[in-house]
Every structure is written in structure tokens, then in C-alpha cells.
T-cell receptor, first 117, second 114 residues
Framework: GAVVSQHPSRVICKSGTSVKIECRSLDFQATTMFWYRQFPKQSLMLMATSNEGSKATYEQGVEKDKFLINHASLTLSTLTVTSAHPEDSSFYIC?????????????FGSGTRLTVV | AQSVAQPEDQVNVAEGNPLTVKCTYSVSGNPYLFWYVQYPNRGLQFLLKYITGDNLVKGSYGFEAEFNKSQTSFHLKKPSALVSDSALYFCAVAHTGTASKLTFGTGTRLQVTL
């Protein structure tokens, strides 16, 4: 089945630094990838939708300059948290849709636990 | 706008008993409906989805869900719960359309005890 690899699984960084999270579709091509944020004991909140070769579409309230998304190829999307602060600490999850999947299917990465100290 | 409601924060079931995790949705037009399970510090694992066709959908690990259009519900069920089913369950909806985004419910924690 479809597999999405997300790295790193866990990262601790100092306040003010930037962190890059990668999301790769391993055995399929994904024109669209989604980035979610999950706070403890809460649901997943969609941050942005990234389409290969074009600018990401951000949800209302998400800072574009803070959460940089790049979708340079059909198998890779990256989320960079710039100038991270403790309030950015969260669980970030990506998902991808198979280009060839005629029925909608969303495969999720295993998530990244970001802790900003 | 589309939305999902999971009215129960937690469901407690004894092992061997049937379980139901409730989900209702709101979306314009025909919905795509999904159930996912999440274990601690992990991503979401796909359980099942309803796209079209039979209202009863069978998925992974013995789970099933019934699409009820009149009640706008998509409850998750399993005839006999296992302790290993204990996890966080999310219902999600997408509007029929290409690359449409998923909207998640708030999640229901299932606790199965011996």
C-alpha cells in the first residue's frame, strides 16, 4: 500500500532557530500534500495544502512566513518552521494523495514531535 | 463549510463486547467519509472509507462503519473489542472533488479493558 515517510520523528531545537520537516511519498506520486498540526489531546488542524510546482494554500490564521512549505517534486514536500518559539512546539503530520488514485485516499506520515526550548 | 462531530470524548468497553464510536457530519453535496486510528506519538492509520455504493463499509482489523445519509452519520463499529483497539479514533469528511481537504472530528478515545 501507499506509504508516506516523514522525518524527523522527533526534534528539539533552540528558540529562534529553524527546523525543516520532510514528507515523502515512497511508492506513489502525490500532486497534493497536506500539513497538519496537532496539539495535545486535540484534533488535527489543517495548516496548508501544498501542490507540486505551485505555492501552498494556507488556512486562515496560519502565518505563511513562519511556516514555509515547499513542494518541489511529486514525491517530496517540506515544512520549515522559521524562527521557532516555544509556542510552536507541537505534533506536525503530513498526508499525501496518490495522483493515480481515482478514489480519494489520504496517506499520513508518522508525524514529527517538535519541541522548542 | 464542512464539519464533523464526534460527541464522545471517550468510550469505555470491556474486551469481547461490541463497540460503537459515533460520528456525524455536515457537508454540501455528497461526502467522502473516513475513519482513522492514532496511537500515541504516531501518525494516523487508515481504517476505512465510504465513497459510494454499499452503505456498510468493512475496513481493517475487523472494523466497519455504516453510512446513513438521512441521519448524516458514519458510526464506527466492531463486533468484539480487543484491548489492543485502545487508541484515539478520528472521523473525517471531504467534499467530493479532486484533492479536497479533509476535515477531522475532535477524536474519541477508545479504552478497552479486560
Amino acid at each position: 500500500g501507499a506509504v508516506v515517510s516523514q522525518h524527523p520523528s522527533r526534534v528539539i531545537c533552540k528558540s529562534g532557530t529553524s527546523v525543516k520537516i520532510e514528507c515523502r511519498s515512497l511508492d506513489f506520486q502525490a500532486t497534493t500534500m497536506f500539513w497538519y498540526r496537532q496539539f495535545p489531546k486535540q484534533s488535527l488542524m489543517l495548516m496548508a495544502t501544498s501542490n507540486e510546482g505551485s505555492k501552498a494554500t494556507y488556512e486562515q490564521g496560519v502565518e505563511k512566513d513562519k511556516f514555509l512549505i515547499n513542494h518541489a517534486s511529486l514525491t517530496l514536500s517540506t515544512l520549515t518552521v522559521t524562527s521557532a518559539h516555544p509556542e510552536d512546539s507541537s505534533f506536525y503530520i503530513c498526508s499525501a494523495r496518490d495522483l493515480l488514485d481515482l478514489q480519494p485516499g489520504y496517506t499520513f506520515g508518522s508525524g514529527t514531535r517538535l519541541t522548542v526550548v | 463549510a464542512q464539519s464533523v462531530a464526534q460527541p464522545e470524548d471517550q468510550v469505555n468497553v470491556a474486551e469481547g463486547n461490541p463497540l460503537t464510536v459515533k460520528c456525524t457530519y455536515s457537508v454540501s453535496g455528497n461526502p467522502y467519509l473516513f475513519w482513522y486510528v492514532q496511537y500515541p506519538n504516531r501518525g494516523l492509520q487508515f481504517l476505512l472509507k465510504y465513497i459510494t455504493g454499499d452503505n456498510l463499509v468493512k475496513g481493517s482489523y475487523g472494523f466497519e462503519a455504516e453510512f446513513n445519509k438521512s441521519q448524516t452519520s458514519f458510526h464506527l463499529k466492531k463486533p468484539s473489542a480487543l484491548v489492543s483497539d485502545s487508541a484515539l479514533y478520528f472521523c473525517a469528511v471531504a467534499h467530493t472533488g479532486t484533492a479536497s481537504k479533509l476535515t477531522f472530528g475532535t477524536g474519541t478515545r477508545l479504552q478497552v479493558t479486560l
